[in-house]
């Protein structure tokens, strides 16, 4: 006798444009006062473990360098890579996503991707997750009181040459949750069991999609 359908979750890409005014409401961000533009260049991890990745970073007063956003919104360290011709800078960011979006985000299930960005009118930022995820990262913006415009939704948007293009949609979703739960990670945090558990699988069937989606990839590096 079968049991209940198992409910789908798709990987969403959640795309949000918060006001600047309404950022305030937020625990553990660095002194907005002092900052004109911040955009994450590139990301080289986010998980639960740590955080890492390139800024493009522009300060309301002169003396300001990025040293000083070390401290807020769990960024442990800031280093200045290089001078940009408008008066900002480049600048390399690492620590724990304890505080700001990147606790909501935790708290909720959901992951944060590039873009990451603020004006001197807005924030936009990018969270991934499934449905339940989702509603849950705005159930809690909502809570805050954090007024907000959707900009965009849909698919992840795995370009025709990212090597997670040649994925599954399943194979993906798993793969994703793997790592967001730390199963990479040394010493590794997350096993099967539990990606299974929180995707609605099998054990078995969880290895078998994450085991393909692991062949493929490497399938396309050892082509290049």
Not at 100 to 112: F, P, R, V
Not at 131 to 140: I, P, S, V, W
Request: charged share 25%.
């Amino acid at each position: 006798m079968s049991g209940a359908p198992r409910p789908r979750f798709t990987i969403r890409k959640l795309i949000l444009v918060v006001p600047r005014s309404d950022l305030e409401r937020l625990e553990g961000l660095p002194d907005l006062t002092v900052i004109e533009s911040f955009r994450v260049v590139h990301q080289f991890r986010f998980n639960a473990k740590g955080m890492a990745g390139i800024c493009e970073v522009k300060f309301r007063l002169p003396a300001a360098t990025p040293d000083r956003m070390a401290g807020h919104a769990g960024l442990e360290k800031v280093d200045t890579l290089a001078n940009l011709d408008d008066g900002g800078y480049l600048a390399y960011f690492e620590g724990k996503p304890t505080a700001g979006w990147a606790k909501l985000a935790t708290s909720s299930g959901a992951h944060l991707l590039p873009p990451f960005e603020l004006t001197p009118k807005s924030w936009r930022i990018s969270v991934v997750g499934n449905g339940l995820q989702l509603r849950r990262f705005l159930a809690e913006i909502r809570r805050l009181k954090i007024h907000y415009r959707v900009q965009s939704i849909g698919d992840p948007g795995f370009g025709a040459k990212s090597y997670l293009a040649t994925l599954t949609s399943k194979q993906r979703e798993v793969l994703v949750t793997a790592y967001r739960f730390g199963y990479y990670d040394v010493p590794r945090r997350g096993d099967s069991s539990r990606i299974a558990k929180a995707l609605h699988l099998g054990k078995s069937t969880a290895v078998e999609h994450l085991r393909k989606a692991e062949k493929r990839l490497l399938d396309r590096v050892m082509a290049e």
